[in-house]
């Protein structure tokens, strides 16, 4: 899986890189389309790089975790101002319930990390005029934090897989988006598991897909003396 992902980038790298040497391409604007494709993989396999030590870290317990207090309210807040601005230019309306004031111990990177993953899957595949809505609720010792979309959905057969290393679901494919690496749901549930919570994904009753994850709380505010 790891050659195949590689194997495309690089092949377009040795391309672009033999034309400018060996003079196919000649004027400016060639050279500068050339070395703009080159730009542009290598970055994408920096990026495979970066996700690949990331899974390997997360699952061998070796990943630099800072431990702090993070509120669920404040993260959930600071994804609706991340994604505003792509909501509105695929047209989808993005809400945000009220969120109840609890509080989880963990690395605020991380569970942030999982969040723009699944909301940035959430907008990809929910056409224009659907939405996308973020909802909370606090169970005896865990919050559930689920975000719901009424896009195209995920096949029964695949609720598990999608969690697996590079699994990527037809959809792409069939609708014209952009595929990644199939790295970002693997990652996310190795985070939500270091949390010691849980993540998966069921059929929303009425269309598209729920994304939940379950974390355990470490402080509710409501009981805070």
């Known amino acids: 899986s790891v050659s195949h992902e590689i194997k495309t980038p690089l092949t377009s790298i040795q391309g672009y890189a033999q034309a400018i040497l060996d003079g196919t391409v000649r004027s ?28 390997a870290r997360l699952e061998a317990g070796t990943d630099d975790m ?5 509120s669920v309210k404040a993260m959930l807040q600071n994804m609706i101002d991340k ?10 309306s993005l809400t945000l319930d009220e969120i109840p004031d609890v509080f989880v111990q963990g690395d605020g990177d991380r569970l942030a990390q999982v969040f723009s ?11 224009a005029a659907g939405k996308v809505e973020i909802t909370a609720a606090v169970g005896e010792n865990t919050v559930l934090i689920q975000i ?11 609720h598990e897989k999608i969690f697996e290393r590079f699994y990527q679901v037809d959809s792409a494919k ?52």
């Not at 719901?148 to 695949?158: Q, S």
């Open 28 to 55: 400016k604007k060639e050279i500068q389309k050339a070395a703009n494709v080159i730009l542009i993989e290598t970055n994408r396999l920096h990026r495979l790089m970066l996700d690949l030590l990331t899974l």
């Open 83 to 92: 994604f505003s601005i792509l909501a509105d230019q695929n047209e989808v």
């Open 174 to 225: 069939k609708y014209g988006k952009k595929k990644g690496f199939g790295l970002g749901l693997a990652i996310a549930r190795e985070i939500v598991q270091s949390h010691h919570g849980r993540i998966w994904v069921e059929k929303n009753p009425d269309k598209g897909s729920i994304f939940s994850v379950e974390l355990p709380i470490f402080m509710n505010k409501r009981y805070q003396q």
């Open 148 to 158: 719901k979309d009424d896009g195209i959905g995920i096949a029964l057969d695949e």
């Open 117 to 127: 993953n699944i909301l940035d899957n959430a907008l990809k595949f929910t056409p």
């Open 66 to 70: 800072q431990v702090e207090i993070v």
